[in-house]
């Protein structure tokens, strides 16, 4: 009895985190259906009472949505292919290669994760520009091609793996890129799932970077063109904002769904055991 | 020649030294077993074989050429590790191929020789298991299978056994011991567990402190130990080791005297000096606790029942002994007299702790020499 009611009271906890958490997600998506007229008279309505799709149409006319929507994905999907292959290779090294100064080379490493964007803004913009990438997609993706914090968490996810696993493999005569894609990858494809998704959304919802690196509207990101609808420039239409801001986050969602079981094992694993 | 040679190698990480200048030479096709406690270098010594661990200083040969710089792939080596290094996503046939397949063998050499290791091994039904569904014991025979597979020259073993229970050790050891017999590859073995060092191996390599402390068959390491650590080591319980003064043909130990056999004497004053160490398997004495002439004489302390026979410890003046009995266990408390067997004491040299050596023939100076020797005792007295 005493047991049921204390898994009760974390029941009720956690449904009311849940809500706190949820309530912003069926707003804007309950609002992105009702006219601007009608979310003004009835915005807290979960229900649109008259519902529409007149801001869907309005954002799909107004705005290049389709290749906006493909800039965001382009720029998340290399972004994220290149900090995995990047943190992957260096956790490798920083794990199983010997060699003078790792130890102070991983700390100077994880010591950039603690630097905020804002010190290494403007001259990456320097950078970037002096190379000729400003208003560019890939001046949005160069400076982000690597990322301590994908280093950080793969390093601890390949130390679960017993070295000898690896050892066994040299005595195979395997190359290193063969244990990684053989033997390391199978091994930590949680972490490397979920370490995957959270660049992917960071880069999705991206916007003081992409602000400044892109100008005209075609090469607009998904954060910029939500942007438009909630500043001066859009004023009031909120209700566009809040159907862009709907298919802002539509993809990443599609992606923790299909990806949440591995998301949820690398938080709960506890190690590989041979 | 398949043969390995430790050319004074010496293995250090920063500082510490944990192999110091080791000299072995492996002859082709020999199971030799590295023996020793924890933290010694042997399986270190292992890794260096291997490949897995850099030389710091030395030669290592193998097949009579220098393989210091050679990685481990190249070194024709088969290894079985003590947590059996199983790949735990891959089945056990997958497990067992995978070598082969990234050398990129033949694809009906590489099921051949698989089906061949899975049959020998008993692990027909197991193919498509993970390494998790499977026993302990099974996945050491799947990582045998791997290693097996291979047929490599060289086949290293750290402590395969270690994380089997008693009985199954028992039948993986002989099963090791058929499966050299049956391809005599030139079989390298770590253990600290000296009953397996002396059913599997030809030969035990004794190693203390990154040291080689001893060579030899495992029938010579137990009866003729080389120094005081070896005597130590091997055995169970422990040899008795007692400082010895050599006094006008007496052997003075914790306070008391015993006379040995002449031989001994002689072997004795042949090394020089009259300070040795006297060691004695407990096995290899007698204690009563009737009167006994020329014996030492001690209280006993403590018993411990093995089942078959019985440990007596026993303390001399201070000095903690310990004799094996099967019949008339004294009781604790009690006043003993301890008599070893002559033919099988062992005596080294008080500085080097090396073996003195052992006069020609022993036989004859058992326990009934001892009793001969009464006589001549008692003749002394007078």
């Known amino acids: ?51 529409t799709l007149e801001n869907y149409i309005h954002v799909f006319e107004k705005l290049p949505f389709l290749q906006i929507t493909i800039n965001t994905f382009f720029i998340a999907a290399i972004v994220t292919g290149f900090k995995i292959i990047t943190s992957l290779l260096a956790a490798y090294a920083f794990v199983y290669f010997h060699f003078r100064g790792k130890n102070l080379l991983y700390f100077v490493l994880i010591s950039t994760m603690f630097i905020p964007f804002t010190v290494i803004m403007i001259p990456n913009y320097l950078t970037i520009s002096c190379m000729g990438f400003r208003d560019n997609l890939w001046g949005v993706i160069l400076p982000q091609l690597s990322d301590a914090l994908g280093i950080f968490l793969l390093r601890q996810s390949m130390r679960t793996i017993p070295r ?9 005569n395997v190359s290193d890129f063969k244990i990684i894609k053989d033997i390391i990858i199978p091994l930590v494809k949680p972490a490397l799932i979920s370490t995957g998704i959270i660049f992917f959304i960071n880069s999705w919802n991206e916007y003081v970077w992409p602000v400044l690196v892109l100008k005209s509207k075609e090469n607009y990101t998904l954060s910029l063109a939500l942007q438009m609808f909630i500043s001066a420039e859009g004023g009031t239409e909120f209700t566009i904002a809040m159907a862009v801001s709907v298919m802002t986050m539509l993809i990443p969602l599609v992606l923790y769904i299909i990806f949440q079981k591995h998301i949820i094992n690398t938080f709960t694993m506890s190690g590989i055991k041979g | ?31 030799l077993v590295l023996l020793g406690p924890s933290g010694c270098g042997k399986s270190t010594t292992l890794r260096m074989i291997a490949g897995l661990e850099n030389i710091t200083d030395g030669q290592l040969y193998m097949d009579g050429r220098i393989v210091n710089d050679i990685p481990s792939g190249k070194r024709n080596v088969s290894m079985v590790f003590q947590n059996y290094a199983l790949f735990p996503h891959m089945t056990v046939e997958d497990n067992i191929s995978y070598g082969l397949k990234v050398q990129k063998v033949d694809p009906r050499e590489i099921e051949e020789r698989s089906k061949a290791a899975i049959s020998m091994l008993d692990l027909n039904g197991l193919e498509k298991r993970k390494p998790k569904e499977l026993s302990g014991g099974q996945r050491q025979r799947v990582a045998l299978a791997r290693a097996l597979v291979k047929r490599s020259d060289y086949f290293l073993l750290d402590e395969p056994l270690s ?19 049956m391809y005599h590859q030139t079989f390298v073995y770590v253990t600290h567990d000296q009953v397996e060092a002396m059913t599997v191996g030809h030969r035990i390599a004794l190693m203390y402190d990154g040291i080689l402390q001893t060579i030899d068959t495992p029938s010579n390491v137990y009866n003729r130990p080389a120094n005081v650590y ?42 020089g000096g009259d300070m040795f160490y006297f060691g004695i398997r407990p096995e290899h004495t007698k204690i009563t606790t009737d009167y006994m002439d020329n014996a030492l004489k001690g209280i006993v302390r ?37 008599t070893p067997d002559y033919s099988k004491i062992h005596l080294f040299d008080y500085k080097t702790e090396n073996s003195i050596g052992y006069p020609e023939d022993l036989s004859k100076h058992n326990y009934g020499v001892v009793y001969e020797l009464r006589g001549r005792l008692a003749g002394d007295r007078s």
């Open chain 1, 1 to 51: 009895m005493k047991t049921e009611l204390n898994s009760m009271k974390w029941h009720i906890l956690i449904i009311i985190i849940v809500c706190i958490l949820i309530i912003p997600v069926v707003f804007a998506v309950s609002n992105s259906f009702k006219t601007l007229a009608d979310a003004f008279s009835n915005m807290f309505n979960i229900i649109p009472a008259n519902p």
């Open chain 1, 164 to 172: 000898s696993l690896i050892e066994a493999a040299y005595l195979e």
């Open chain 2, 1 to 31: 020649m398949k043969d390995i040679i430790f050319d004074h190698v010496l293995k250090a990480y920063g500082k510490n030294v944990v192999v110091k200048g080791l000299n072995l030479n492996i002859c082709e096709g020999e199971r």
């Open chain 2, 163 to 181: 994380n089997l229970d008693a009985q199954l050790r028992v039948h993986s050891r002989k099963e090791l011991v058929k499966i050299h017999e």
């Open chain 2, 230 to 271: 070896a005597a130590r080591f091997i055995g169970a319980p422990s040899t008795n080791i007692l400082e010895a003064n050599l006094n006008e043909g007496k052997l003075i130990m914790a306070g008391q005297h015993i006379v040995p056999p002449e031989v001994w004497i002689q072997k004795m004053k042949e090394n």
């Open chain 2, 302 to 338: 403590y018993t411990e029942d093995y089942g078959n026979k019985v440990g007596v410890y026993f303390d001399i003046n201070g000095k903690e002994l310990i004799s094996v009995c099967d019949n008339n266990v004294p009781a604790t408390g009690e006043k003993v007299y301890f």
